[in-house]
């Protein structure tokens, strides 16, 4: 893993613990039956939507990588005769 | 109404007319005074219109169809181009505001189109002010993006005139209503072509590269135009003609996911944008094509949603464009020390685009997916589970961290005029006030809706998707494995009309020229050598032209006498 900290604006280390904080308790307040109905649509099975969001996006991320293999070419690759 | 009661594209079409001879005050005020006339005119209208009715050459034109569905876009449009008006008030040319009048009246005068061929007129009259307003920048680039947008944007027209006119021809009616693709089985050419068009004007792949090679060449006010009413027009009338649709579900699909992939790699914020927008349309035409009462209630909500949200990235990315000069994200960077209003208002934007709850694309976006699942389309409703998710993370996420925050760029500007940042400010409050209160969208919507955006499980489930993709881009970006932002440029369809057509025809080309010239040495060697020979027998000692003897001569004609007698004796 490489160390990006250097460049990291002062603050920023706060702001991301209380960014992990709540998304702790956003997959905790799965547990509370409040927010689930039986006339609920789709999947209710805890963590569902979080882990999907998560496994999407890390998904999207690294096929765009592999799509720049593919599609990339120079800035000016239009304008060249 | 009697004296003021016009179709509602006239007012602006007048504003174009008059503009040209007017000097500056007079041209801002009729710039916001005419979207604002309009609409009031069509609040107190309510759908009562007398001179609505033409005939030309035979045909019946209905230019002023009132119902739910035209009314929402035709206020929607209203108030967008009073937006847009003041956002590009600063702007001193003539040209580009009667542009945008002209196209503002045609895109209106679309919606309210009773039939096709008064719609074909406002289709084609589209086309050409909006190439009309990416041209306006006069690069070399903008030129030929503008023409490449218009040979589209004029292939949809030309689709659509043959479509109308087959269809005419097999029923005699030019009424734009809904349309089968199919009756009883056999396929119906005139829907099939009339929804080619459609599909081509709303960016349906192959023919999308129309929007990513256009909205990022054209001008900082002309992208907000263009990119708002063109499409929308033509998911309007995909709503109109062919709700229900089955192959839209799936065109819908792939347009909310393919882009996206696009959208996390290019490194110009407006094209993100473009193809954000190709990703939203895929969201709406999806819902067209379920063609529930929820889901057209939802696809039109979210289309109305669209134009603001949507416009309002695009108008943050202008003003940045306005005030920095380039909108890439490699250049940009650290902008909210010195444009902070700015900032927030594309903060704002690009939170009511990933559905947020309490902002305007979570009350629309949200009627589309339950009305997905209803219909027990799981798969499809992964799909634009997993689209949702890349909303975020590409037009939510990407375009304010890399303009706004990320490394500091060391560019020091300033917030942009009053004009833009009031029309922003606007946008923002309609994106808030449509998600803190939806019931005033939910009213003016084609079906009576009874649909509660905010379950507790519902809020719960979008803030779980859009925090933990949030989190991925976090982890994705601390451990470097995020691409980084590059000068490049990504091939798309595109590439087959910008560079493997034009090679060919080159290759071609070089190919004829390299067999002429081998033709010509042929010949030229050939026709020396034919010449030549020629030339040698007719000289004074060639095979034609040699001596004969005199004594040949009589022995010749000796035989030839002597042969007719003997003849003649036979």
């Known amino acids: 893993m490489k160390n990006l900290n250097h460049t990291d604006p002062p603050g920023l280390k706060k702001w991301l613990r209380l960014f992990y904080l709540i998304c702790a308790l956003l997959l905790l307040a799965d547990f509370v039956p409040v927010f689930h109905h039986a006339n609920d649509k789709g999947p209710s099975w805890w963590g569902f939507y979080g882990i999907y969001g998560f496994t999407a996006c890390v998904l999207l991320v690294v096929t765009a990588k592999l799509l720049r293999k593919l599609v990339m070419r120079s800035e000016d690759y239009y304008d060249e005769p | ?570």
């Open chain 2, 1 to 570: 109404m009697t004296s003021l009661s016009f179709p509602p594209f006239v007012w602006f079409y007048l504003a174009a007319l008059v503009l040209p001879f007017v000097g500056k005050h007079a041209r801002s005020i009729i710039l916001i005074a005419t979207p604002l006339l309009g609409l009031v005119l069509l609040v107190l209208q309510q759908g009562e219109l007398s001179t609505g009715e033409l005939t030309i050459f035979g045909q019946q034109l209905s230019l002023y169809r009132a119902d739910k569905l035209s009314l929402l876009f035709g206020y929607v449009f209203h108030i967008a181009a009073f937006i847009f008006a003041l956002f590009s008030l600063h702007l001193n040319e003539k040209s580009q505001h009667c542009a945008a009048m002209i196209y503002v009246g045609s895109a209106i005068g679309a919606i309210f189109s009773g039939d096709l061929i008064s719609l074909f007129i406002f289709w084609e009259l589209l086309a050409l002010s909006s190439a009309y307003l990416v041209i306006a920048r006069r690069t070399e680039a903008a030129i030929g993006s503008g023409i490449r947008y218009l040979i589209i944007q004029l292939l949809s027209g030309a689709f659509l005139l043959v479509g109308t006119l087959l269809l005419i021809t097999n029923s005699g009616s030019n009424e734009f209503s809904a349309m089968s693709l199919f009756v009883a089985g056999e396929p119906q050419w005139s829907a099939w072509l009339i929804l080619l068009a459609f599909g081509i004007k709303c960016g349906f792949p192959p023919f999308h590269n129309a929007l990513t090679d256009a909205y990022p060449e054209s001008t900082a006010t002309g992208t907000v135009y263009i990119s708002a009413f063109t499409t929308i027009v033509a998911v309007y009338a995909l709503a109109r003609a062919f709700a229900g649709a089955e192959p839209l579900i799936y065109m819908g699909a792939a347009m909310a996911i393919f882009p996206i992939f696009y959208a996390v790699i290019e490194n110009d914020l407006r094209r993100v944008l473009s193809y954000s927008t190709i990703n939203q349309l895929g969201f709406i035409v999806c819902g067209i094509g379920i063609g529930t009462e929820l889901a057209i209630n939802g696809a039109v909500a979210h289309a109305a949603n669209n134009v603001i949200f949507k416009s309002l990235l695009m108008m943050a990315m202008g003003a940045v464009l306005f005030r920095v000069g380039t909108v890439k994200a490699t250049d940009l960077g650290g902008l909210y020390k010195t444009m902070p209003y700015t900032t927030l208002f594309c903060v704002i934007g690009a939170a009511a685009i990933s559905a947020f709850p309490l902002f305007s694309g979570f009350v629309s976006k949200a009627m589309i997916l339950s009305a997905v699942l209803a219909e027990q389309q799981n798969i499809i409703w992964l799909m634009l589970l997993f689209a949702s998710a890349g909303v975020f993370h590409h037009a939510g996420i990407k375009i304010p961290f890399f303009a706004f925050f990320s490394h500091d760029s060391g560019i020091r500007t300033q917030d942009p005029p009053r004009g833009m940042l009031i029309a922003m400010a606007i946008a923002s409050t309609l994106c808030l006030c449509i998600g803190i209160f939806p019931h005033f969208l939910y009213e003016l919507l084609p079906f009576s809706v009874d649909y509660t955006p905010y379950t507790s499980h519902h809020v719960l489930a979008q803030l779980q998707l859009l925090f933990f993709s949030a989190l991925a881009f976090v982890w994705l970006k601390r451990s470097g494995i995020y691409p980084p932002e590059m000068l490049s440029t990504n091939v798309d369809v595109e590439w087959f009309y910008r560079h493997f057509t034009p090679n060919l025809w080159r290759k071609l080309n070089s190919w004829l020229s390299r067999i002429e010239d081998y033709l010509q040495v042929i010949t030229l060697n050939k026709g020396k050598k034919f010449i030549d020979i020629m030339r040698n027998a007719t000289t004074d000692n060639g095979w034609l032209a040699f001596k004969w003897e005199s004594s040949s001569m009589v022995l010749l004609v000796v035989t030839l006498l002597g042969g007719m007698l003997i003849y003649n004796y036979l």
